[in-house]
């Protein structure tokens, strides 16, 4: 009855484009947004004090803000190049545990949806929805047995109603319930 899949192998880490995109994007303004933030707040920490510094056989005085304001814009630049890279690539690997159960179980979903009770949505152990495909599972297959338990009913009550006379208009609607079984349900 239940049909047999090999378990699903995923071979593409860009399942749902636009929620992957979407989900990195923001992850990165988030990083941005705070080595802005770091950068101000060490700028306006320092905005009270002096720096010297020796260039050029010369000492210089100077704000401590203006000292160091192109070495900590260079340093976030760099960190937050770094960082945005490394993020990119542990939000798609994450956001593929998410997007990858995701656009299989709508497209089993959609299966079952169709009428099609033998259908098994299988997702890999680690996948982060495989409780919720189980439970939907179960519900198809109980719906299953429920439509097949209805469909030998009226099986019998097709062979018991001429042995019992029954009226002809209860015969044909016995058929058209039977035909409408078998039209809506893979069982």
Do not use: W
Not at 50 to 61: A, E, G, P, R
Not at 64 to 74: F, G, Q
Not at 172 to 181: K, V
């Amino acid at each position: 009855m239940s049909q047999n899949k090999k378990p699903y192998k995923r071979k593409h880490y860009f399942i749902k484009k636009t929620f992957q995109a979407t989900f990195i994007l923001k992850f990165c303004l988030i990083i941005l947004l705070g080595a802005f933030l770091s950068t101000v707040l060490l700028l306006i920490l320092s905005q009270n004090t002096l720096t010297s510094s020796f260039h050029q056989s010369q000492l210089t005085i100077k704000n401590t803000a203006t000292a160091i304001l192109p070495s900590v814009i260079l340093t976030n630049l760099i960190t937050l190049g770094l960082i945005s890279l490394a993020a990119i690539v542990i939000i798609l690997f994450i956001s593929h545990k998410i997007a990858g159960p995701m656009f299989r179980l709508e497209k089993d979903i959609k299966e079952i949806g169709k009428g099609n009770l033998t259908n098994k949505i299988i997702l890999r152990k680690k996948d982060q929805i495989t409780e919720l495909a189980e439970e939907i599972n179960k519900m198809t297959e109980s719906y299953h047995k429920k439509i097949l338990d209805i469909q030998t009913r009226v099986e019998d009550l097709l062979e018991l109603a001429p042995k019992q006379n029954a009226p002809q208009e209860l015969i044909e609607g016995l058929h058209h319930l039977q035909q409408e079984i078998n039209n809506n349900f893979k069982t």
